[in-house]
């Protein structure tokens, strides 16, 4: 089992920047790839950015040049930093990871509002 805590989530406004965190414990060893995810009102959850263990990081066209998905495999940590945020950036953001046995988990998830 892995359990993920996300933090960091806030209010911005537009051209801003926020970093989320996502604390990973459990049986970490065992993670393949991990990354983020959000959602927005009435809209499905969509790919952010991961970063598999062998590979490096792959982001969404939307974000690409603005968001970086940066991971610290000793402190179990990944984070997203947020440049240039703008108000179609706001969303929940979830963490999640996926074993190399193909489990997934996600945090609770972050409130990430931008506003105009």
């Known amino acids: 089992q892995v359990q993920l805590v996300e933090s960091g989530g806030g209010l911005v406004q537009a051209g801003g920047s926020l970093r989320l965190s996502c604390a990973a414990s459990g049986s970490t060893y065992s993670i393949n790839s991990i990354g983020w995810y959000r959602q927005a009102p009435g809209n499905e959850r969509e790919l952010v950015a991961v970063?598999?263990?062998?590979?490096?990081?792959r982001s969404a066209d939307s974000v690409k040049g603005r968001f970086t998905c940066s991971r610290d495999v000793a402190k179990n940590m990944v984070y997203l930093q947020m440049n240039s945020l703008k108000p179609e950036d706001t969303a929940v953001y979830y963490c999640?990871?996926?074993?190399?046995?193909?489990?997934?988990?996600w945090g609770q998830g972050t409130q990430v509002t931008v506003s105009s």
């Open positions: 999640n990871a996926i074993t190399i046995s193909g489990h997934s988990y």
């Open positions: 970063i598999g263990s062998s590979s490096g990081p």
